[in-house]
């Protein structure tokens, strides 16, 4: 058993930064892939960010390259997402999750392919 828990939202300008943390209690976090998510009101939800069980494999939505990191620190058992260059359409609900999900094809895109999920944290970027 896995649990998450987000933080690191709030309110931004336009062109400001946050970083999210996602910490996760229990032994085995290691063994998971860890992807962000998220969701806007009336959107569905949607990857931005996944990394893989080792920190080694990162993939990022097109929307979010070059301007996020999502990194891990396994001391730690968490999971964090520096977000810079925000954009008003950067405003959403963001969850992390975590799930036994390999990066090959897009079976890691999917909200399905994990098992575990925060309660997520909410980002609003003003113009």
């Known amino acids: 058993q896995v649990q998450l828990v987000e933080s690191g939202g709030g309110l931004v300008q336009a062109g400001g930064s946050l970083r999210l943390s996602c910490a996760a209690s229990g032994r085995t976090f290691s063994n998971y892939a860890v992807g962000w998510f998220r969701q806007a009101p009336g959107k569905e939800r949607d990857l931005v960010a996944a990394i893989s069980r080792s920190g080694g494999s990162t993939n990022y939505a097109d929307s979010v390259k070059g301007r996020f990191t999502i990194s891990r620190d396994s001391a730690k058992n968490t999971v964090y997402m520096q977000m810079n260059s925000l954009k008003p359409e950067d405003t959403a609900v963001y969850y992390c999750?975590?799930?036994?999900?390999?990066?090959?094809?897009?079976?890691?895109?999917?909200?399905?392919?994990?098992?575990?999920w925060g309660q997520g944290t909410q980002v609003t970027v003003s113009s």
């Open positions: 999750a975590a799930g036994a999900v390999g990066f090959s094809g897009s079976y890691y895109t999917k909200v399905g392919s994990y098992t575990y």
